[in-house]
């Protein structure tokens, strides 16, 4: 693995456990403030990303775009589909635990789309660890979901001194609190599915753009650029939840202090929004030098590893699901780092073909160049031969 690769791995696993870290911190004081921290998060991005867009030379003070409108469109409308859809799923009883799991938990989107859309191959040992991956992935999520109903089940009735009889008004109300906790459970289990969805589809249209439109500009160019128009698209949708965010604010000022001056929930969204900025950059910087799948992989394995932290530091459940999904996720990683990438070999090929078409060009040279003498030799003639029969003879001298 090259530095440069390390580095951008690097980031994605400092920052992006450091940023869930801090908004479990401020979810377990307000769970209603997820859309606070994601617009703390974007506004964090753009004071990055605006002086590095500003330019006293061109029309409007910012320099102008080195790719299409269009790709910026499609972009935008993804990243803000996912950003916005993957806040909903706080508010159906989603769970830290369960949000980095589900969130993690697009690999099989990925190889469809790729696949289907992207002329995407992959060997039959990468789709095998993937789908142990996503296996262990689901066994965590299944676990979780059992732990959540024993907590539902057994809260139902935490003032009852002695067991309710069979079909008493306890019991069934019991029964009813539990199937409508897991129905809401359900339902943000959906939308995190379809967010998956999206961010497989994203994946692949940032690996297409950056080989589209490399000879336009450096990567890091192009990261910035599609990074500034994706946050500034990403703040309309809050406008519609500014009543929203404005208690979670106001809840958040209120807050315990922290060095007796600062909130603390204030102090955890900064410190997120700090660790968010350093993340983003991770993942765009390492999806412009490996595969789309490479990097669902390698965001799959940092979420997991958020999970367990996210269980011995918070004291969430644990169950022996989570013992075999761990077995399986980094059983499947290591894997999949050992099999042959089919992209990389048809690279190889195709280098190889390159660098023995001049050889093979050199070794029939000598022959080509006789023939192309003979003939010149023969052309020569002929057309001596027709001059001297079309040339008139000597002019007589007066």
């Given at each position: 693995m090259s530095d440069g690769v390390s580095l951008s791995v690097g980031m994605i696993f400092a920052g992006c456990m450091l940023?869930?870290?801090?908004?479990?911190?401020?979810?377990?004081?307000?769970?209603?403030?997820?859309?606070?921290?994601?617009?703390?998060?974007?506004?964090?991005?753009?004071?990055?990303?605006?002086?590095?867009?500003?330019?006293?030379?061109?029309?409007?003070g910012f320099k102008p775009f080195v790719t299409p409108l269009t790709s910026h469109v499609q972009f935008t409308v993804l990243w803000s589909l996912m950003s916005v859809l993957a806040n909903f799923a706080f508010a159906y009883k989603i769970s830290i635990p369960i949000f980095t799991l589900i969130r993690s938990c697009n690999m099989i989107a990925t190889v469809v789309l790729g696949w289907l859309c992207f002329k995407q191959r992959y060997t039959c040992i990468q789709l095998l660890c993937v789908v142990v991956v996503s296996v262990g992935i689901f066994l965590a999520s299944l676990g979780e979901a059992m732990t959540l109903k024993k907590g539902v089940s057994s809260g139902s009735c935490t003032s009852c001194s002695q067991p309710s009889p069979p079909n008493?008004?306890?019991?069934?109300?019991?029964?009813?609190?539990?199937?409508?906790?897991?129905?809401?459970?359900?339902?943000?289990?959906?939308?995190?599915?379809?967010?998956?969805?999206?961010?497989g589809l994203l994946g692949h249209i940032q690996s297409r753009f950056y080989k589209i439109y490399s000879n336009l500009a450096s990567k890091d160019d192009l990261i910035d650029e599609f990074m500034f128009t994706s946050q500034i698209v990403a703040l309309s949708?809050?406008?519609?939840?500014?009543?929203?965010?404005?208690?979670?604010a106001e809840g958040a000022l209120n807050s315990d202090l922290v060095l007796g001056f600062c909130p603390s929930r204030i102090a955890w969204i900064i410190l997120g929004s700090i660790a968010q900025s350093v993340c983003l950059r991770g993942v765009f910087k390492t999806s412009a030098v490996v595969s789309p799948l490479t990097l669902t992989i390698v965001l799959s394995v940092r979420?997991?590893?958020?999970?367990?932290?996210?269980?011995?530091?918070?004291?969430?459940?644990?169950?022996?699901w989570h013992s075999i999904a761990t077995l399986l996720i980094f059983g499947g990683v290591f894997a999949y780092s050992q099999a042959p990438d089919p992209a990389a070999?048809?690279?190889?090929?195709?280098?190889?073909?390159?660098?023995?078409?001049?050889?093979?060009?050199?070794?029939?040279?000598?022959?080509?160049?006789?023939?192309?003498?003979?003939?010149?030799?023969?052309?020569?003639?002929?057309?001596?031969?027709?001059?001297?029969?079309?040339?008139?003879?000597?002019?007589?001298?007066?």
């Open positions: 940023n869930v870290i801090t908004t479990e911190y401020v979810l377990k004081g307000d769970p209603l403030a997820g859309n606070l921290l994601t617009l703390t998060e974007i506004a964090m991005v753009l004071v990055q990303k605006v002086p590095k867009r500003l330019s006293t030379v061109h029309k409007y008493s008004d306890a019991q069934l109300a019991g029964e009813t609190e539990q199937e409508d906790e897991l129905a809401i459970w359900l339902v943000g289990i959906g939308i995190l599915a379809f967010v998956q969805l999206v961010q949708p809050f406008l519609f939840m500014r009543n929203d965010i404005g208690a979670a979420k997991f590893l958020t999970v367990i932290f996210s269980v011995l530091w918070f004291d969430n459940p644990w169950s022996h070999k048809s690279n190889k090929v195709e280098e190889e073909t390159k660098t023995a078409k001049p050889a093979s060009t050199s070794t029939g040279e000598p022959e080509k160049t006789a023939s192309d003498a003979s003939l010149r030799e023969r052309e020569h003639a002929a057309k001596s031969s027709r001059s001297r029969v079309a040339s008139p003879g000597p002019v007589a001298k007066k």
